[in-house]
């Protein structure tokens, strides 16, 4: 589980305007300012002999020199997982072509997620009842991980287990558990009084690969996210 440990995948590195690039030829100069000027889109190969009109030994070759120099890098498109995207190596590639914190290379984390769908679950039973403030709060203070969650993530993270009938969405009465929490503010109490025994509950959609995705939310039929480009649930519906 590597984003337990090591820098932030989340940081994205700032532009340098010193980029040593002098020695480039006329060919590779072409592509790598094309493939700059993405920024962190990165661009597809096709794409690159398109606007530049190189014929595509040229392009292979330059690519493969502007690598070794180390001025550009290969970046997987989950969205298009057989098509060749490159971005200059200033650039950390956008939350659209790696699909954000819940991808690594490419591919889901589901690891990543139940770990930390888990130590949600955790922290909920410890507190009896919490707010998605709370939560992360809790999550940034135990140094478990060296990612900076944001409340839309933790939310994406809460919203999976309230699926899976992990824990529950209340809203505080003020009294008791709640006299801490203002009266009618959402928050999240465990279905199971002894919490996570350690082993993963099987909720209603966890046996598909949408019961562990917390991009559920922004999935729609024709978005970014979406049943007909998911690898993952088109696997499920083959098998």
Known sequence: MSRLQGPSPLKRKRPDSNTP????????????????SKQ????????????????DNVVTKSLKSLQTKKLIKEVVNIQNKGRKHYIATEFEPSMEITGGTWYAEGNLDTEF????????????????VATLEGILDTIRRSRAFNVEFTTQQVEEIVNALVLDNEIMEVKSNGIGEFDSIPVGRVCYTCTSKGGDTGEPKIGALASIPC??????????????ISPKTCVYFTKWLDF
């Open 21 to 36: 690039s002098g020695s480039l030829t006329e060919h590779e100069r072409l592509l790598y300012d094309l493939i700059r």
């Open 40 to 55: 962190d889109m990165a661009i597809w190969t096709r794409d690159m002999k398109r606007e530049t009109n190189l014929p």
């Open 113 to 128: 997620i139940n770990f930390l769908k888990k130590h949600c679950v955790k922290i909920i039973y410890e507190l009896k």
């Open 211 to 224: 019961g562990v995705c917390p991009q559920i939310s922004l999935c729609t039929p024709d978005g970014i």
